[in-house]
């Protein structure tokens, strides 16, 4: 029965690899995150602007008003 004793160097190297999947991971997210931010602004931007109607009947009234039918 041969057990294997873990170095310092061995468990330094193990947390290395880690980390580095770590950080490609978070790498992704954080870029995900950006996206969907991006994306988000973009919504607003292209989303049309939607005048109310009562405003519209307001100055079909004022020309009625300027051609002298009231």
Not at 17 to 27: A, F, H, P, Y
Not at 41 to 53: A, E, K, M, R, T
């Amino acid at each position: 029965m041969h057990t294997h004793k873990s170095t310092t160097y061995d468990l330094i190297m193990e947390s290395e690899s880690e980390d580095k999947n770590r950080s490609l991971i978070e790498t992704v997210i954080y870029a995900l995150f950006i996206l969907s931010a991006i994306v988000s602004i973009w919504q607003f931007v292209v989303q049309p602007v939607v005048v109310p109607s009562h405003t519209a009947g307001f100055a079909s009234n004022q020309t009625r008003c300027a051609q002298g039918e009231i």
